[in-house]
């Protein structure tokens, strides 16, 4: 076999095809992973009937919806229905081939990087423009299912992704200005050569891309596109069977490619903690591929811990928070990493350092508060007489 067909022909498309069938897999099983955790944190038991400790549910659901009758609406404009769950999935598998899960892998003697496409010079460029083709399939899933609450969480969606886009992409300018480049692994190395991973002198950026990112994603606490109290299901009320299955995989597909992309920028991507300093070297024993997955599922709980914690917000609450509070921080933000980064690694160490003491000082400050007298209820005296 020609060298040229193996690596630019069979090697692409095997990794292709590999993302397509982790993404599938890794969804069915974070939702088990989710209903299980659920259940722990709402003090029930979740599944446990199909397999040991229910793991085997998602692999019955998935039979259950690939065999479903797909219904389609009578009205509904077929080939647009058809259409957006595409719109929606393939940006996910997309962005996901353009993450680097790990350095170069030797295998059966071809030696290969450890992602799916090529190492863009233009990269987080490339994932931004992508990942922004998602919200067509939302507002083209609902306005082609000819109903009024599809409609209504496909434009709650548009609004939703206008108002959260401009504070995530204003936290990734502040991770290229740290790093000087597009590409993604060229921040990883910058992370490597600077010694600090990048969500110290980041940490307000990693907070507004990471509040952004879930908002994108359409997760608990900002899940208003699919609100079932007010929207039934939302966009996606009229679909059933394989169709809403693919749904379902783009959402687990979007946090996971939120939760690479933010291990990237701001926790070394494949690196292990603390990469320059010697007496951890230990810690290499680990593969890097495994550092980078470990950081990836540390993300995925910590959505599903805001599933259990947090209630929905309103809509107007979401707009308020993203345009008056999300979006002036960013600007600031922005402006003290561009100081910071004009001293070099040396700005970018101390940056780091006067934001850990502050985070650190506010949760001091929160632990020893004085907490608040409780308010003490007078009980109604018994010689009062009630009538009717």
């Given at each position: ?43 029930r ?18 039979v259950k ?20 769950p ?26 290969t ?8 010079n ?21 306005w ?9 969480g496909?434009l709650?969606?548009a ?8 504070p995530?992409g ?5 991770a ?44 608990t606490?900002f ?10 299901g ?50 290499d024993?680990i ?42 921080i ?7 990493v ?30 020893i ?20």
């Amino acid at each position: 076999m020609s060298h040229t067909l193996l690596h630019n022909v069979l090697i692409p498309f095997l990794k292709g095809a590999i993302t397509v069938v982790a993404l599938g897999l890794a969804a069915g099983i974070l939702t088990w992973i989710e209903r299980r955790l659920l259940g722990r944190l709402q003090i029930r038991k979740g599944p446990n009937r199909v397999g040991p400790q229910g793991f085997f549910q998602w692999i019955a659901d998935t039979v259950k919806l690939v065999f479903k009758e797909d219904i389609v609406p009578s009205r509904a404009e077929k080939a647009l229905h058809l259409l957006g769950p595409l719109l929606l999935f393939v940006p996910a598998v997309v962005v996901l081939g353009l993450v680097p899960w790990g350095p170069e892998l030797t295998l059966f003697g071809v030696t290969t990087p450890l992602h799916a496409a090529a190492d863009l010079n233009v990269g987080l460029l490339l994932i931004l423009a992508v990942s922004t083709i998602g919200v067509y399939g939302i507002i083209l899933s609902g306005w082609a299912s000819n109903s009024k609450y599809p409609l209504l969480g496909g434009l709650r969606s548009a609004a939703q992704l206008i108002s959260y886009e401009v504070p995530m992409g204003l936290a990734v300018v502040s991770a290229i200005l740290m790093s000087g480049s597009l590409s993604m692994v060229e921040i990883i190395e910058a992370q490597r050569k600077a010694g600090v991973w990048f969500v110290f002198p980041g940490l307000i950026a990693f907070f507004l891309y990471f509040v952004s990112g879930v908002a994108e994603t359409n997760r608990t606490p900002f899940d208003l596109p699919e609100a079932e109290s007010e929207l039934v299901g939302g966009f996606h009320t009229e679909y059933s069977g394989f169709r809403w299955a693919v749904f379902f995989m783009s959402e687990y597909g979007n946090m996971i490619s939120v939760s690479a992309v933010a291990t990237t920028l701001f926790f070394g991507g494949w690196l292990r903690p603390f990469p320059n300093v010697a007496w951890l070297s230990f810690l290499d024993v680990i593969p890097a591929f495994f550092w980078f997955a470990g950081k990836v599922f540390l993300f995925l709980l910590t959505y599903i811990w805001f599933r259990a914690t947090f209630p929905r917000y309103r809509f107007d609450q979401l707009m308020a928070l993203g345009w008056k509070t999300l979006i002036p921080i960013s600007l600031g933000n922005l402006a003290l990493v561009a100081i910071a980064v004009l001293w070099g690694a040396a700005g970018l160490k101390v940056l780091g350092a006067v934001l850990v003491l502050l985070v650190a000082a506010g949760f001091l400050a929160v632990w020893i508060r004085p907490a608040r007298p409780r308010s003490s209820t007078t009980m109604a005296s018994p010689n009062v007489e009630v009538r009717a």
